[in-house]
C-alpha cells in the first residue's frame, strides 16, 4: 500500500521538517518550573458562534468548534454550524459512550457509592472517564479557576525529578524518546494511577473501532496535556502509532533512531492515531459541571473533515493533530512500560 497524498522525496522533506518543527517547538517550551503569565479570566461560550474577536488560526478555530461540540448537551443545537456538525460526529470514535446528559447529579451519586459499586467492569471504566477520581475533577477545575493557566497545573507536581529509565532498549538504539531525559509525576498519586488508567483503557478499547495499539516505545507511549484556549478546558491529545516500521513498499521513510527496530505496520489504523480525552468541564461561574468527561478518538481519513482541517500538508501521512491547536500546553505525559512496578510509576511528566 502507497502512503497517500505525496510524492517520496517530497515526502521525506516534509517529514524532515516535521522532526525539525516538532524539536524546536519542544526546545523553545517554558521549563515546567517556569510561571507563564496569567491569562483573562475565560467565559465559556455555550450558546453562539463567532470567532470574529478572536485571535485564532482556522486550525484552532476548528478544533474549538470540536471541543465545543463535545460540550453540548444533547437537547441543545451544538454553537457551530450544522453541516460542520455532522462532518465532525462522522469522524468521532467513542471509546467510552458520549454522554453529555450526565450532570452534577451523576458525579455527586457516583462519589456517593463508588466504594461500594459493583457493577459491570466496563460500565465502572465509563464511569471512571465521565467523572474520575475527585482530585482528578479538582485538577479540572484548577484549569478553570487559574483562566486557563498552564503554572496552574504544573505546580501541581512533585518537584522530585525522576531520570528517564531504559526502557525497550532505547539507550542501545541511542533514542530520546521523551522531549526531557528527567520527567516528574504529580504530587497526587490519584492522579498517577488516573493517568496510567487512560493509557491502559485506550489499549484495552481500541479494538472495538479497529484499532490494535500496544503500550511501546513505538506506538503509544505518550500525550500532550492542554489547556482548552478558550474554555481552559483540562485534556490531553494522545498519539499512537508513533513510529511505523520503515518498508520499501508501504512506509519507505526514517524517523530517526527512536524508529529502530519498530514493528507497528503502516496501515489504515494510521487514520486512529489521534486520541482526545477531556476532563469534565466546570462552570466558571458556580460549583456545577457543565458536561462530563469524553475519550473519543479523532478519524483523520483523508476523506474526512479532522484530515482537512487539522493535519497539516507536511504530516499528512502520519495524520499527525497538534496539540496546540487545541490551546495551551501543560506537559508531555508519558506512560514508560517499566516491568514489575505499579502503573503509577510507569508514568513520566516531561
Known sequence: MKPVGVGSSSLSLRLAFAVSFTLSFSLSTSSLSEPKPKPKPITIPFSSHSHSSRSLSPAQSFASDLLSLLATPSNRAPPIPSNEAQQ????????????????????????????????????????????????????????????????????????????????????????????????????????????????ELIVTRGPSIGLN????????????????????????????????????????????????????????????????????????????WLAPGVLVVLDAHPDGIIYQRLVPDYVDIVRTVYEDDFGLLVADVNYLNIDSVASAKRIFIC
Open 88 to 199: 465532525l460526529s462522522s469522524c468521532l470514535k467513542f471509546l467510552v459512550p458520549f454522554s453529555p446528559d450526565k450532570d452534577a447529579y451523576s458525579y455527586s451519586w457516583r462519589r456517593a457509592i463508588l466504594e461500594e459499586f459493583r457493577g459491570d467492569k466496563e460500565e465502572r471504566e465509563n464511569e471512571m472517564v465521565w467523572w474520575p477520581p475527585e482530585p482528578v475533577m479538582e485538577l479540572a477545575r484548577l484549569a478553570i479557576d487559574s483562566g486557563g493557566d498552564p503554572a496552574a497545573i504544573q505546580r501541581a507536581l512533585d518537584p522530585t525529578v525522576l531520570p528517564v529509565p531504559d526502557v525497550d532498549r532505547i539507550n542501545e538504539d541511542q533514542c530520546e524518546l521523551t522531549r526531557t531525559p528527567y520527567g516528574r509525576r504529580f504530587a497526587n498519586e490519584v492522579i498517577n494511577s488516573y493517568l496510567a488508567f487512560l493509557f
Open 213 to 288: 495499539l500496544s503500550l511501546s516505545r513505538y506506538d503509544l507511549f505518550h500525550g500532550h496535556i492542554f489547556v482548552a484556549t478558550e474554555t481552559g478546558r483540562l485534556g490531553i491529545l494522545f498519539h499512537a502509532r508513533e513510529y511505523p516500521a520503515f518498508d520499501k513498499e508501504d512506509f519507505p521513510y526514517y524517523l530517526g533512531h527512536c524508529q529502530s527496530g519498530s514493528n507497528v505496520s503502516y496501515d489504515e489504523s494510521m487514520n486512529l492515531r489521534n486520541i482526545l480525552w477531556l476532563a469534565p468541564l466546570p462552570s466558571n461561574t458556580t460549583k456545577a
